[in-house]
């Protein structure tokens, strides 16, 4: 027996909301197609999409690595499974690229051992991946992918997630600027203290933010997507960071930012014909420095 699964690409932290809010969108998304064997073991049989870069050793690729954890936890070591996985999203882009086949990964292996586990409890083998690709086990690219619309990580420890309501008319334009960013280092950037005045702007930001998309306030979600703490510092990974900002809002973007890590950027529009605006105002001005991008257009 086999099963296709596709999961999402995520935007996480949602600029003000490090390490603790994410969500879905719709396209792209990574694909796994995995098939029961009669030998005991994870596999890796073929990657696409990925330019040869990833690991086909099953215990350094983060999907079939946290496939074993899950089989492990299971006591069904004796289980066989043969993964396939295409990636539709570029490798280190700030799009949750490792999440995502992380987690169709983990919700395949699920569906054919039978589902044992809700997509919930999938969540912690998930955070072991990420923890494999990046070095940090962080949950605001892979809880949305795993249960789609925003997310909130409330807690950690313990984990405490909680889904959030969204306006439907909420779209999103993605651009990717093809430079590499990698999680792990844009993580080392950050200073790990905060003076008390930042922490409270965020957290007015946070609970605004939160506030707007229960009232479905788009100008409320606008004004809070604002984050004093990390994105100062990662703005410089990306290339002419403050002027795609200014881009964005001159063709009507709600809120504009870093998506996850970086160096994708992001922005809220209120329909898909000004999110499309948006994507293409900003690939044009990459362009024009001569960097190459590529744009996505999506609801929630
Ligand atoms: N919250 C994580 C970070 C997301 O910003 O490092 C990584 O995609």
């Known amino acids: 027996s086999s099963v296709r699964v596709f999961a999402p690409a995520t935007v996480a932290n949602v600029v003000c909301g490090f390490d603790i809010l994410g969500f879905a969108v719709e396209a792209p998304g990574d694909e796994v197609l995995m098939r029961r064997t009669h030998k005991p073991g994870v596999t890796i049989r073929r990657i696409t999409g990925d330019e040869g870069r990833l690991p086909l ?6 999907v079939s690595a946290s496939v074993e954890f899950l089989l492990q936890h299971l006591g069904r070591e004796e289980v066989g499974l043969e993964i396939e996985l295409h990636k539709h999203m ?14 169709a990964g983990l919700v395949a292996a699920n569906e054919l051992l039978g589902s044992p586990l809700k997509p919930l409890q999938l969540l912690p083998f998930a955070m072991q991946g990420e923890e494999l690709a990046c070095g940090s086990g962080h949950a605001d690219n892979v809880a949305p992918a795993l249960l789609g619309g925003f997310v909130l990580i409330r807690s950690y420890k313990p984990l405490d997630v909680v889904r959030l309501p969204f306006p439907t008319e909420l779209h999103c334009a993605i651009v990717y600027p093809a430079v590499h960013v990698p999680t792990r280092d844009a993580r080392q950037l950050i200073r790990s203290k905060v003076l008390l005045k930042d922490a409270v702007t965020q957290w007015g ?12 306030d ?5 004004r809070s997507m604002q984050d004093v703490l990390i994105e100062p510092v990662r703005a410089m990974l990306i290339p002419d960071f403050y002027r795609l900002r200014e881009l964005a809002h001159e063709e009507g973007a709600i809120g504009f930012g870093i ?7 992001f922005a809220f529009a209120p329909d898909e014909h000004r999110a499309a605006a948006i994507t293409a105002r900003l690939r044009q001005h990459l362009l024009s420095l001569g960097i190459n991008s590529l744009g996505y257009v999506s609801a929630i």
């Open 57 to 62: 050793e099953a215990s350094r690729n983060t």
């Open 90 to 103: 570029p490798i280190g882009s700030g799009l949750g690229s490792s999440a995502a086949s992380t987690v």
């Open 205 to 216: 930001n946070v609970a605004g933010l939160v506030s707007g998309l229960f009232l479905n």
């Open 218 to 222: 788009l100008g409320l979600i606008g």
């Open 259 to 265: 998506s996850g890590s970086g160096p994708s950027v």
